[in-house]
């Protein structure tokens, strides 16, 4: 390989990473220089990256990485508060979830949520497994983010309702799929393109172990035309670097309302004339949203490793 080639990285392991490039995928390490002036991130190169790849004594190597048009990063853990970019790239995110098995978390939900909006990666909700429930169970989450507003889209792999709309949703796009562990991300994959042969867990270990079934992200490509990635379920999620005043504006729907609040730098947590108050009196804010930014709002008035979790 006597000249660079550019790929597009399509899974990280701990000693390589995986490259697609001119239709075959490339294994490469990651030169040293690579790991210099990283700052306060914790990893240099994360799945949907675009790389330069070079040969030298120790074979293939990552020379250099193009700056990313967008990621998906957070805190990577509570003993490490560095910032570990997810995935770059994207065009949009589909935060999977479901009601039931595993239940429906706000919380989780708004921190994605959250991060998108810092990034301005277009979101939307899935809402999985609606077979296990009755369908008006869906409406107080479609209501609440039908506001803010994201769409929101009911799902079942066991149904088939709403296969399609999320198949036309991922063609042509570069899609990543998020969300906790058993909320079916890889078998909603397999149901829109079966050759994937993802690994699906098995139900009743999960909820006994509490087990991650898809251990890496992994960029997939879609016959259909697009691309998607499928990750590993996670717990918690914490924005890296956000001040108080950013967080505000990442709640659209609580950025809105503030435009009424007596102070123009008002925290929506105990000033006078806080237009929240009313909004949520009014139930023109949901409890769940303004609950969320709050706990938002206390973690980073605080010491960061205090209280994020691992995955
Ligand atoms: N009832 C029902 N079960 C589903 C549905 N979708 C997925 N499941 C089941 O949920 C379990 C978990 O599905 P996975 O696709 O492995 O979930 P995942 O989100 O990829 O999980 P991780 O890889 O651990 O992050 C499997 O047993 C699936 O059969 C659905 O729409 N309805
Ligand atoms: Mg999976
Ligand atoms: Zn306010």
């Given at each position: 390989m006597s000249r660079a080639n550019r790929g597009r990285v399509i899974q990280v392991d701990a000693k390589q990473v995986h490259v697609e490039l001119d239709g075959r995928v490339q294994p490469a390490a990651l030169r040293g220089g690579l790991f210099e002036d990283m700052g306060r991130a914790k990893n240099p190169v994360a799945v949907g990256d675009y790389v330069e790849l070079d040969e030298d004594v120790e074979g293939v190597v990552v020379c250099k990485v193009s700056p990313r048009r967008n990621y998906l990063g957070r805190i990577a853990s509570s003993h490490d508060p560095r910032e570990q970019v997810l995935v770059a790239n994207v065009d949009q995110l589909l935060i999977i979830s479901s009601l039931r098995q595993p239940g429906f978390s706000s919380n989780r939900t708004d921190r994605i949520l959250a991060a998108c909006e810092w990034q301005e990666i277009p979101a939307i909700l899935v809402l999985n497994k609606v077979d296990l429930i009755k369908p008006e169970e869906t409406e107080g989450i479609c209501q609440t983010y039908g506001s803010v507003p994201i769409p929101v889209l009911p799902t079942s792999a066991?149904?088939?309702?709403g296969l399609d709309e999320l198949g036309a949703l991922l063609k042509d796009k570069v899609s990543v799929l998020y969300g906790p562990s058993g909320a079916g991300k890889s078998t909603l994959l397999n149901k829109i393109q079966p050759g994937l042969n993802l690994r699906e867990g098995r139900i009743s270990k999960y909820w006994k172990q509490g087990r991650h079934t898809t251990t890496h992200s992994h960029l997939h490509p879609l016959d259909m035309g697009g691309y998607v990635v499928d990750t590993p379920g996670i717990r918690t999620f914490r924005l890296f670097d956000v001040s108080a005043r950013e967080l505000r504006d990442l709640f659209p729907d609580i950025h809105r309302i503030?435009?009424?609040?007596?102070?123009?730098?008002?925290?929506?947590?105990?000033?006078?004339?806080?237009?929240l108050d009313a909004a949520l009196e009014d139930g023109k804010l949901a409890p769940s949203r303004w609950a969320s930014y709050l706990e938002m709002l206390d973690e980073l008035r605080s010491d960061p490793k205090e209280s994020a979790e691992d995955q």
């Amino acid at each position: 390989m006597s000249r660079a080639n550019r790929g597009r990285v399509i899974q990280v392991d701990a000693k390589q990473v995986h490259v697609e490039l001119d239709g075959r995928v490339q294994p490469a390490a990651l030169r040293g220089g690579l790991f210099e002036d990283m700052g306060r991130a914790k990893n240099p190169v994360a799945v949907g990256d675009y790389v330069e790849l070079d040969e030298d004594v120790e074979g293939v190597v990552v020379c250099k990485v193009s700056p990313r048009r967008n990621y998906l990063g957070r805190i990577a853990s509570s003993h490490d508060p560095r910032e570990q970019v997810l995935v770059a790239n994207v065009d949009q995110l589909l935060i999977i979830s479901s009601l039931r098995q595993p239940g429906f978390s706000s919380n989780r939900t708004d921190r994605i949520l959250a991060a998108c909006e810092w990034q301005e990666i277009p979101a939307i909700l899935v809402l999985n497994k609606v077979d296990l429930i009755k369908p008006e169970e869906t409406e107080g989450i479609c209501q609440t983010y039908g506001s803010v507003p994201i769409p929101v889209l009911p799902t079942s792999a066991v149904s088939g309702l709403g296969l399609d709309e999320l198949g036309a949703l991922l063609k042509d796009k570069v899609s990543v799929l998020y969300g906790p562990s058993g909320a079916g991300k890889s078998t909603l994959l397999n149901k829109i393109q079966p050759g994937l042969n993802l690994r699906e867990g098995r139900i009743s270990k999960y909820w006994k172990q509490g087990r991650h079934t898809t251990t890496h992200s992994h960029l997939h490509p879609l016959d259909m035309g697009g691309y998607v990635v499928d990750t590993p379920g996670i717990r918690t999620f914490r924005l890296f670097d956000v001040s108080a005043r950013e967080l505000r504006d990442l709640f659209p729907d609580i950025h809105r309302i503030s435009a009424s609040c007596q102070f123009l730098d008002c925290s929506h947590d105990h000033e006078p004339g806080c237009a929240l108050d009313a909004a949520l009196e009014d139930g023109k804010l949901a409890p769940s949203r303004w609950a969320s930014y709050l706990e938002m709002l206390d973690e980073l008035r605080s010491d960061p490793k205090e209280s994020a979790e691992d995955q």
